[in-house]
């Protein structure tokens, strides 16, 4: 196999790998209200079970930095997707709480160990085409995510058990992925001796640390879109019932189509000129969700930061890799802890300033936090390492480049 097929086929297989975790976690996250149903969870214990998933799952990136020191990232995701997949069947199969509680805990365990080699791969097979497509893998993530909720939402429309609604999902998507496994691409990054093996070096992690800080402050907005947008518009904004549904859905699907075509922009005008109109589209959809008179306004504040937040999280785990060619999957590793630090202070953050103040003023807190990435956004380019627009031009004609001609994931 020449190594132009080989890597269009780890290309493929990994972007299918990032659809599939989109589809899970929107299975998950979308039937959280049938999940307290089914087991009779409380009010007062289901921030607890909630809380559990990114806590486990952040240790599992910490173990995941170390596994793949003596294994290949491949390997850790080639398992790590299948267990994901049957802890959510798991969710869906139970009736007691220590059911759920079991099976919560190895879908965090899990997933947090497929999030980190997933983009360790992406990063790597980044680096051999010269050239961005880690925004193509995202992309894949969030059409998962609308496929996913779509899915819940059939199986909420029309009063299916969890497991009856799940099992399909994993009947379909769990074959397919370990099919697809066989063909993930490890690349490893220039440096002496075995690169997996290799820390951050001395002040390394004060290298990551501005990093960090963006890739927390993305998720705190994310999760504010999603926990907080239905509520915002019915609430605040007035809007009917049905209406309040909308904005996530509009939020996801441009996500997925700033994504689609966010590598075009990448190579154009390189990541920091990216990142920087990014944070600024989405600090102004936060103001004008912040200000608006009425649900349609608000609709449009949404809408703006689909746009504007889809960039920076492929971005960042794009940086780590550039910052540190030859300790990747460490950074990532390290990196992706703060994605479930965002996801765990974001929803409790905006929650307790609406409450204590007002919602309109919470919106302003994301806002802020986001526009930290500004301040940051050299760390997008850093060095001799960066993806810069004159780079990837030389590299297209040195490196494998698979994507011309080919189908792009």
């Not at 990448?266 to 600090?283: C, D, K, S």
């Not at 300033?353 to 919602?359: F, H, K, L, M, P």
Request: hydrophobic fraction near 50%; glycine fraction near 14%; proline fraction near 4%.
């Amino acid at each position: 196999m020449t190594d132009d097929v080989r890597l269009r086929r780890g290309r493929l297989s990994l972007g299918f790998s990032f659809f599939v975790q989109g589809v899970t976690f929107a299975l998950l996250v979308t039937r959280i209200p049938a999940i307290q149903d089914q087991y009779g969870i409380s009010d007062g214990l289901l921030p607890a079970f909630l809380a559990a998933v990114p806590i486990l799952a952040g240790a599992a990136s910490v173990v995941t930095e170390h596994l793949v020191k003596r294994v290949a990232p491949s390997l850790v995701l080639r398992w790590a997707q299948p267990l994901v997949l049957l802890a959510l069947l798991g969710v869906g199969a139970g009736g007691q709480l220590w059911h759920v509680a079991l099976a919560l805990g190895a879908f965090g365990l899990s997933v947090g160990a497929l999030d980190a080699s997933m983009n360790m791969l992406g990063v790597s097979l980044q680096r051999t085409y010269g050239r961005s497509i880690m925004l193509g893998f995202h992309a894949s993530y969030s059409l998962g995510g609308i496929v996913g909720a779509s899915a819940a939402w059939a199986g909420a429309h029309w009063h299916l058990g969890l497991f009856t609604s799940y099992l399909p999902a994993v009947v379909l998507l769990l074959p397919a992925a370990l099919a697809g496994s066989r063909f993930y691409v490890d690349q490893r990054g220039p440096g002496p001796g075995e690169d997996a093996g290799r820390g951050l070096g001395p002040g390394g992690f004060g290298l990551l640390l501005p990093l960090c800080l963006v890739m927390a402050c993305a998720y705190i907005g994310d999760s504010t879109v999603s926990n907080w947008s239905a509520k915002y518009l019915q609430d605040v904004l007035g809007s009917s019932e049905q209406l309040a549904t909308v904005p996530y859905n509009v939020y996801m699907v441009t996500t997925l189509l700033g994504r689609a075509v966010g590598d075009l922009g990448v190579r154009r005008f390189g990541p920091v000129a990216v990142v920087r109109a990014g944070t600024v589209v989405a600090a102004a959809g936060f103001a004008v969700v912040a200000a608006a008179p009425g649900a349609w306004t608000g609709m449009l504040g949404f809408t703006l930061l689909g746009i504007g937040l889809c960039v920076i999280v492929p971005q960042t785990f794009a940086a780590a890799g550039r910052l540190f060619p030859g300790a990747s999957d460490t950074a990532i590793a390290r990196l992706n802890i703060f994605n479930y630090v965002g996801f765990l202070v974001g929803s409790p953050l905006v929650g307790g300033i609406g409450d204590a103040w007002s919602y309109r003023g919470a919106m302003l807190v994301p806002m802020v936090l986001v526009l930290v990435t500004l301040f940051y956004a050299r760390s997008f380019g850093i060095g001799g390492a960066r993806y810069g627009v004159g780079h990837e031009r030389r590299a297209g004609d040195r490196a494998v480049d698979v994507g011309r001609g080919a189908n792009e994931v």
